[in-house]
């Protein structure tokens, strides 16, 4: 299935951009990575289309904000 508006329209990879209602928590880790930062890791998924997104927090670090594991099942 292809992404719905509220998923099409979220700024990915940008730390502190806004998910979408839709959007249910499903999964978060907190871990202190040795000799380095801390970071928060939480798994979302959308109750319209589908779509598996996670949502990545760093004190340092690449890779942060919003970005689309999978789209929703056909």
Do not use: V
């Amino acid at each position: 299935m292809p992404l719905c508006e509220n998923c099409l329209s979220i700024q990915r990879d940008t730390l502190g951009a806004p998910g979408h209602p839709a959007l249910r928590i499903t999964d978060t880790q907190r871990r202190k990575l040795p000799g380095s930062y801390s970071e928060t890791i939480s798994l979302f998924h959308c109750a319209q289309c589908g779509a598996d997104w996670r949502y990545r927090e760093a004190k340092g670090g690449d890779d942060q904000g919003w970005a689309l594991l999978r789209e929703g099942a056909a």
